[in-house]
């Protein structure tokens, strides 16, 4: 294919590249000038953005959620409307960042993906929004949701894909194995603060609030420690073990059907698209947290599970369908780390972070987790940890993940908001020492 001489000059852009394109520039480009061309390119550029997931037909529901909201429609619609809105909302906003990331080299975009990951779980949820207004419950059980989700919904589709159309599937059991025991420490990094609560229950503390002082104590610690944790995997992933993540990086550059990151929207113009993208996310969480007391109230369901299990539905959408169409082309590794990746990072990234924001904002935001929800997420990490630990999977093993889940939900959908949660330190260790 001849190259366009004046486009680039000894490999770099020249004056004449258009700044919103992330490849090269149309051949007519330079016949036209800069208030015809830049217009045009604007508008191939924002196509391109919109029809890059199925999903964004649901964009229609942005700006009808936000009026809804700002006209103070009933509760139920506000809901409904910009928790629809959410689900394109995310989809962009990871596009974005894969744009983004593609311009910046391996490291570089290895953690701006992380990063802007991590600032999609943490908006998409609405935790910012619920931290900010104090609900720590919703904050709690959207963190915990989205890893459920992950690890059992979406590895069980994933599995379910994958096997369909074949006896049995391989994937590298080196990196899930790695993957799957950080999630073990993450999961510990929860029993320990409802065990610690549960001794000193025994003890009379609680009165004085020398136990919740405690417990804030232990959190943000565990919390910095986590974060060390996750920044040393990216060193793991990203430097020291890079060859262990080779066939991820193959299989996401032999995408036949998708397009190669960093084609379409060049550093600025992502940076542009992440901003103005955040922004309506941002309002969209905003109306969608202020109508979930009204919800609760009306439909009679807790909070625990709005939080649980709906939110982290519609906020992972878009990750959802990724992983599960390359399961579905047999490509298995990235499947794998798009869902126990993805749970990871919220584990020893977001939560903690929210910690430490909690902290800076003098939101009582801690690690610790009420009991019955730190034994589903412990006995949710043991069933994936059996599942994988021999690098292969088929459609049993999905429909496994997948009534986990569904049992899970079941048990939200019952659970009562008042319920203490609470369990006593002897069935704690009973019950781990059984495990």
């Not at 009026?67 to 910009?82: C, M, R």
């Not at 080299?105 to 104090?134: D, R, W």
Request: charged share 10%; hydrophobic share 50%.
């Amino acid at each position: 294919m001849p190259h366009d001489a004046n486009a680039t000059v000894n490999g770099s852009a020249s004056e004449h590249t258009p700044l919103l394109v992330g490849g090269s520039s149309p051949a007519h480009y330079n016949n036209e000038p800069r208030w015809k061309s830049i217009p045009k390119h604007v508008a191939q550029v924002t196509w391109a953005t919109l029809t890059s997931n199925y999903v964004n037909v649901f964009l229609v529901f942005v700006p009808i959620g936000i009026i809804a909201g700002a006209l103070k429609w009933n509760p139920t619609a506000v809901f409904i409307l910009n928790f629809i809105a959410i689900i394109p909302l995310a989809a962009l906003l990871s596009f974005a960042t894969e744009e983004l990331s593609a311009k910046l080299g391996q490291t570089l975009g290895g953690l701006c993906n992380a990063t802007f990951g991590n600032a999609v779980e943490l908006i998409q949820q609405v935790s910012i929004v619920a931290l900010k207004e104090g609900q720590i419950r919703i904050v709690q059980a959207s963190m915990l949701g989205s890893i459920l989700s992950n690890i059992l919904l979406v590895l069980g589709c994933c599995f379910l894909a994958g096997g369909w159309g074949a006896q049995e599937r391989e994937f590298n059991s080196t990196v899930a194995s790695t993957m799957s025991s950080l999630m073990a420490v993450a999961s510990a990094s929860l029993i320990i603060p409802a065990t610690l609560y549960a001794a000193m229950d025994n003890e009379k503390d609680v009165g004085n609030g020398e136990t919740e002082r405690n417990i804030q104590l232990l959190s943000r610690g565990t919390s910095i420690i986590l974060l060390l944790l996750y920044i040393l995997y990216l060193y793991f992933q990203l430097k020291s073990h890079h060859r262990l993540f080779a066939d991820l990086e193959s299989q996401e550059d032999n995408d036949e059907e998708g397009h190669h990151d960093g084609d379409i929207l060049s550093p600025v113009a992502a940076a542009v698209a992440l901003v103005l993208i955040t922004v309506m996310v941002s309002i969209c969480a905003d109306y969608l947290v202020d109508s979930i007391d009204s919800i609760v109230e009306s439909a009679h369901i807790s909070k625990t599970f709005v939080g649980l299990i709906l939110i982290p539905i519609v906020g992972n959408a878009a990750e959802h369908v990724t992983a599960v169409v390359v399961a579905y082309k047999g490509k298995m590794d990235l499947a794998v780390n798009v869902a126990i990746g993805s749970s990871m990072q919220i584990a020893l990234f977001v939560t903690p972070f929210l910690v430490i924001l909690g902290w800076i904002m003098h939101e009582p935001m801690t690690l610790h987790f009420q009991g019955f929800e730190t034994v589903v997420f412990f006995l949710s990490v043991l069933v994936v940890n059996y599942l994988i630990q021999d690098g292969k999977s088929n459609y049993l093993e999905g429909c496994m993940c997948l009534g986990t889940y569904a049992i899970i939900a079941l048990a939200f959908y019952v659970y009562p908001d008042n319920a203490s949660g609470n369990l006593t330190g002897n069935f704690l260790q009973k019950f781990f020492a059984a495990a």
